[in-house]
C-alpha cells in the first residue's frame, strides 16, 4: 500500500477525482499544452495594445492623449479583472475550467473587435484636406469598447489561473519536480514573449498592410485552436481541489481579531487555537500582533453541547489561518512599490509609438510599421532572459551556491533598469523635438532614425524580463498555498494600476500644462508638446519609488509553512474545547 501511495501526489487529483498518479500526469507535457494558451493570449492582447493608439487616432479620429489613456484604460481593466478570475477559480470553477470558460470569452471579442473594425458604418469617414476630421460618434465607439472590454475579461480570467494551474502540475515535495518548477517561471515568460514577439511584428505588419480585421480574424482563429489543445489534456492534468474563496478567509480573520481586541493576548502563543495537522501549520511570528487575538479562544466560539464540535469561523481562526492572513499583507509593501514600472512600461505602447510614427522609418522601401518598434522592447526581454539562464544563473550557483537572483533582488534590478530607460526617453524626445522644431512641427515625417528609440525599448524590456519572472515567483512561492491564485491576481493587478496611473498622470498632465488650443506637455500633435518633460516626471518617479523599494525589500521577512513545537500543546479544536 505504501508503496503504491508513492506514486500518488499528495494535494493533486486526476480528471475523475482520484489522487493523480505521478507517471501519468503532470510534468513538462501537460505544463507546454498550457502554456500554448498564453502564447495565444498575448498574441491577441498585445496584438491589440501595441497598434490601438495609432487605429484610434488615425482611423477613429481621436486626440493623442485619449487614445493613450483608451489603451492604459483597456490593459489596466484586463488586469484588474485578474482578481475575478482568481475569485471564482479558487471559489467555485477551478483554474481549469477558469481558463477554458475565459478563452472562450477572450476568442468571442477578437471575433467582434474584427467585426467592428471592417465593417465601414462602424468607424468615421476618412479626413478631408477642407474639413476637420469627424470623430467616430457614440455608437462606433460603444461597439468597439464593448470588443475590448470583451477581450479584456478573457483575459483577466486567463491571466489569473494559467501560471497557478501551469506550476500545479509539478510537486514542490518532490525534489526533481521542484528543480523543473524553478525553471517553469523562465520559461512561462518565455512563452509570453514569443506571443507579445509575434504580435508585434507579424500581426501588427497585417494590421497595417493587410486588414486589421484579418489579424484579429486570425487571432480568434489561434486562439480557438490553442483551446482545442488545451482540452486535449485534461486526463494528463494535476487538478488541485478548491479551497474557498480566500478573501472570505481574510475577512473572518480580521472580523474575529477585531471582536476580541479588548482581550489581552497570552504571552505564550502556544496558547493560541490551533487544529491543523501538524505537517501543515505554520509557525506564529511576531508581527502584525493585533490579528493574533482571532486565535484566542473566547467563550461561545464552539457550539455548546455537541461533541468535537468546529469553532464558527468567524468568531475564531486558527493560528495557521492567522499566519496565512499576515503572510498576505507581508506581500503588500513589495506590491505597491513595483506599481510604478508598469506606468513606464505603459509609455512604451503608448507614447513610444507615436514618437515612431512621427519618425523615419524606412529600410530602403520598406517601411517598417510603427507599433512593431516594440520588437526591440520584446527582443530585449528575450536577450535578458537567454543571458540571464545560460550565464548568470550557473556563474551565480557557483559562486553563491543559489540558482540565479532572489526574487526581491530580480525586482530591483528590473526597478532601476526602467528608471534608467525613462531617462533615455527624455533626452531621446528632447532630440526629437529640436529636430522639429527646425524643420517646422506640421512635418509628418522628420529626419530624425527611429532607432534612437531603441536605448528606452531595450532598458525598460530589460527591467520587465527581470521583474516579471521576480514578482510572479515571489507572489507564488512566498503567498499560502490555498491563496496561490489570489497572490497571481495580486500580482497582476499591479500591472493594472500602472496603467490606470499612467492614465491618471496623462489627464492631470494635459489638465495642468494644456491650453484651450491643445497645446502643453501632452499636445494633440506630440510635436508641439514637451512630452520629454513628461518623461522626465516619471524618471523622478522611478527613482523615488526604487528607494522606497529598497526599504520595503529590506523589512520584508519570508514565512516558510513549517512545524512548530510551540503548537504541540494544542492537538486539536476537540482538546481545546475541554478547556472553555
Same mark, same amino acid.
Given at each position: 500500500?505504501?508503496?503504491?501511495?508513492?506514486?500518488?501526489?499528495?494535494?493533486?487529483?486526476?480528471?475523475?477525482?482520484?489522487?493523480?498518479?505521478?507517471?501519468?500526469?503532470?510534468?513538462?507535457?501537460?505544463?507546454?499544452?498550457?502554456?500554448?494558451?498564453?502564447?495565444?493570449?498575448?498574441?491577441?492582447?498585445?496584438?491589440?495594445?501595441?497598434? /490601438?493608439?495609432?487605429?484610434?487616432? &488615425? @482611423?477613429?479620429? !481621436?486626440? $493623442? #492623449?485619449? *487614445?493613450?489613456?483608451?489603451?492604459?484604460? +483597456?490593459?489596466?481593466?484586463?488586469?484588474?479583472?485578474?482578481?475575478?478570475?482568481?475569485?471564482?477559480?479558487?471559489?467555485?470553477?477551478?483554474?481549469?475550467?477558469?481558463?477554458?470558460?475565459?478563452?472562450?470569452?477572450?476568442?468571442?471579442?477578437?471575433?467582434?473587435?474584427?467585426?467592428?473594425?471592417?465593417?465601414?458604418?462602424l468607424r468615421p469617414p476618412p479626413c478631408q484636406p477642407a474639413r476637420p476630421c469627424e470623430q467616430a460618434d457614440g455608437l462606433q465607439m460603444g461597439i468597439l469598447y464593448l470588443a /475590448?472590454?470583451?477581450?479584456?475579461? &478573457? @483575459?483577466?480570467? !486567463?491571466? $489569473? #489561473?494559467? *501560471?497557478?494551474?501551469?506550476?500545479?502540475? +509539478?510537486?514542490?515535495?518532490?525534489?526533481?519536480?521542484?528543480?523543473?518548477?524553478?525553471?517553469?517561471?523562465?520559461?512561462?515568460?518565455?512563452?509570453?514573449?514569443?506571443?507579445?514577439?509575434?504580435?508585434?511584428?507579424?500581426?501588427?505588419?497585417?494590421?497595417?498592410?493587410?486588414?486589421?480585421?484579418?489579424?484579429?480574424?486570425?487571432?480568434?482563429?489561434?486562439?480557438?485552436?490553442?483551446?482545442?489543445?488545451?482540452?486535449?489534456?485534461?486526463?494528463?492534468?494535476?487538478?488541485?481541489?478548491?479551497?474557498?474563496?480566500?478573501?472570505?478567509?481574510?475577512?473572518?480573520?480580521?472580523?474575529? #481579531?477585531?471582536?476580541?481586541?479588548?482581550?489581552?493576548?497570552?504571552?505564550?502563543?502556544?496558547?493560541?487555537?490551533?487544529?491543523?495537522?501538524?505537517?501543515?501549520?505554520?509557525?506564529?511570528?511576531?508581527?502584525?500582533?493585533?490579528?493574533?487575538?482571532?486565535?484566542?479562544?473566547?467563550?461561545?466560539?464552539?457550539?455548546?453541547?455537541?461533541?468535537?464540535?468546529?469553532?464558527?469561523?468567524?468568531?475564531?481562526?486558527?493560528?495557521?489561518?492567522?499566519?496565512?492572513?499576515?503572510?498576505?499583507?507581508?506581500?503588500?509593501?513589495?506590491?505597491?512599490?513595483?506599481?510604478?514600472?508598469?506606468?513606464?512600461?505603459?509609455?512604451?505602447?503608448?507614447?513610444?509609438?507615436?514618437?515612431?510614427?512621427?519618425?523615419?522609418?524606412?529600410?530602403?522601401?520598406?517601411?517598417?510599421?510603427?507599433?512593431?518598434?516594440?520588437?526591440?522592447?520584446?527582443?530585449?526581454?528575450?536577450?535578458?532572459?537567454?543571458?540571464?539562464?545560460?550565464?548568470?544563473?550557473?556563474?551565480?550557483?557557483?559562486?553563491?551556491?543559489?540558482?540565479?537572483?532572489?526574487?526581491?533582488?530580480?525586482?530591483?534590478?528590473?526597478?532601476?533598469?526602467?528608471?534608467?530607460?525613462?531617462?533615455?526617453?527624455?533626452?531621446?524626445?528632447?532630440?526629437?523635438?529640436?529636430?522639429?522644431?527646425?524643420?517646422?512641427?506640421?512635418?509628418?515625417?522628420?529626419?530624425?532614425?527611429?532607432?534612437?528609440?531603441?536605448?528606452?525599448?531595450?532598458?525598460?524590456?530589460?527591467?520587465?524580463?527581470?521583474?516579471?519572472?521576480?514578482?510572479?515567483?515571489?507572489?507564488?512561492?512566498?503567498?499560502?498555498?490555498?491563496?496561490?491564485?489570489?497572490?497571481?491576481?495580486?500580482?497582476?493587478?499591479?500591472?493594472?494600476?500602472?496603467?490606470?496611473?499612467?492614465?491618471?498622470?496623462?489627464?492631470?498632465?494635459?489638465?495642468?500644462?494644456?491650453?484651450?488650443?491643445?497645446?502643453?506637455?501632452?499636445?494633440?500633435?506630440?510635436?508641439?508638446?514637451?512630452?520629454?518633460?513628461?518623461?522626465?516626471?516619471?524618471?523622478?518617479?522611478?527613482?523615488?519609488?526604487?528607494?522606497?523599494?529598497?526599504?520595503?525589500?529590506?523589512?520584508?521577512?519570508?514565512?516558510?509553512?513549517?512545524?512548530?513545537?510551540?503548537?504541540?500543546?494544542?492537538?486539536?479544536?476537540?482538546?481545546?474545547?475541554?478547556?472553555?
Amino acid at each position: 500500500m505504501e508503496e503504491k501511495m508513492s506514486w500518488a501526489v499528495s494535494d493533486a487529483v486526476d480528471y475523475k477525482g482520484f489522487p493523480a498518479d505521478r507517471s501519468k500526469t503532470g510534468g513538462w507535457v501537460p505544463a507546454a499544452l498550457i502554456l500554448g494558451i498564453e502564447i495565444c493570449e498575448r498574441l491577441s492582447t498585445m496584438g491589440i495594445a501595441v497598434n /490601438l493608439v495609432t487605429y484610434l487616432g &488615425g @482611423t477613429m479620429h !481621436l486626440p $493623442s #492623449s485619449t *487614445s493613450a489613456n483608451t489603451v492604459t484604460d +483597456f490593459m489596466g481593466t484586463s488586469f484588474l479583472l485578474c482578481l475575478l478570475g482568481g475569485f471564482l477559480a479558487d471559489s467555485f470553477l477551478g483554474r481549469y475550467r477558469t481558463i477554458a470558460i475565459f478563452a472562450l470569452i477572450q476568442t468571442l471579442g477578437t471575433a467582434m473587435l474584427a467585426m467592428s473594425t471592417k465593417l465601414p458604418r462602424l468607424r468615421p469617414p476618412p479626413c478631408q484636406p477642407a474639413r476637420p476630421c469627424e470623430q467616430a460618434d457614440g455608437l462606433q465607439m460603444g461597439i468597439l469598447y464593448l470588443a /475590448l472590454y470583451l477581450v479584456a475579461l &478573457g @483575459t483577466g480570467g !486567463l491571466k $489569473s #489561473s494559467v *501560471s497557478g494551474f501551469g506550476t500545479d502540475q +509539478f510537486d514542490d515535495k518532490d525534489e526533481k519536480e521542484k528543480a523543473q518548477m524553478a525553471y517553469f517561471f523562465n520559461r512561462f515568460f518565455l512563452f509570453i514573449s514569443v506571443g507579445t514577439l509575434t504580435a508585434v511584428t507579424v500581426l501588427v505588419y497585417v494590421q497595417d498592410e493587410v486588414g486589421r480585421s484579418i489579424a484579429y480574424g486570425a487571432c480568434s482563429v489561434a486562439m480557438l485552436v490553442a483551446i482545442l489543445v488545451f482540452l486535449s489534456g485534461t486526463r494528463r492534468y494535476r487538478y488541485k481541489k478548491c479551497s474557498g474563496s480566500p478573501i472570505v478567509q481574510i475577512m473572518q480573520v480580521v472580523a474575529a #481579531s477585531n471582536k476580541k481586541r479588548g482581550l489581552e493576548a497570552p504571552y505564550d502563543a502556544g496558547c493560541l487555537y490551533e487544529d491543523g495537522p501538524e505537517g501543515s501549520r505554520i509557525h506564529h511570528t511576531d508581527q502584525f500582533l493585533c490579528l493574533d487575538k482571532a486565535a484566542i479562544v473566547a467563550e461561545g466560539d464552539f457550539v455548546k453541547g455537541v461533541h468535537n464540535s468546529a469553532p464558527n469561523p468567524w468568531k475564531l481562526c486558527s493560528v495557521t489561518r492567522v499566519e496565512e492572513v499576515k503572510m498576505m499583507i507581508r506581500l503588500l509593501p513589495v506590491w505597491a512599490t513595483t506599481i510604478i514600472f508598469w506606468t513606464t512600461y505603459a509609455q512604451m505602447i503608448t507614447f513610444s509609438v507615436e514618437q515612431a510614427s512621427t519618425m523615419e522609418r524606412s529600410i530602403g522601401s520598406f517601411q517598417i510599421p510603427a507599433g512593431s518598434l516594440t520588437v526591440f522592447f520584446v527582443a530585449a526581454i528575450m536577450i535578458t532572459l537567454a543571458v540571464y539562464d545560460r550565464f548568470i544563473m550557473p556563474v551565480w550557483k557557483k559562486w553563491k551556491g543559489k540558482p540565479g537572483f532572489s526574487h526581491l533582488q530580480r525586482i530591483a534590478i528590473g526597478l532601476f533598469l526602467s528608471t534608467l530607460g525613462m531617462s533615455a526617453a527624455a533626452i531621446t524626445e528632447r532630440k526629437r523635438l529640436s529636430v522639429a522644431a527646425s524643420v517646422g512641427h506640421d512635418n509628418a515625417t522628420l529626419p530624425v532614425s527611429v532607432f534612437l528609440l531603441i536605448p528606452q525599448f531595450f532598458l525598460v524590456g530589460s527591467g520587465e524580463a527581470f521583474i516579471y519572472t521576480g514578482q510572479l515567483d515571489f507572489f507564488i512561492t512566498q503567498s499560502p498555498k490555498g491563496m496561490k491564485t489570489m497572490s497571481t491576481g495580486l500580482f497582476l493587478t499591479t500591472l493594472s494600476l500602472g496603467f490606470f496611473v499612467s492614465s491618471f498622470l496623462v489627464s492631470v498632465v494635459k489638465k495642468v500644462t494644456g491650453t484651450s488650443a491643445g497645446q502643453g506637455w501632452l499636445a494633440d500633435n506630440i510635436n508641439y508638446g514637451r512630452l520629454d518633460c513628461f518623461y522626465g516626471l516619471l524618471t523622478v518617479l522611478s527613482l523615488v519609488n526604487f528607494v522606497v523599494y529598497l526599504v520595503c525589500a529590506a523589512w520584508y521577512k519570508p514565512q516558510n509553512p513549517k512545524p512548530t513545537m510551540q503548537m504541540e500543546k494544542i492537538g486539536n479544536g476537540s482538546s481545546m474545547e475541554e478547556k472553555v
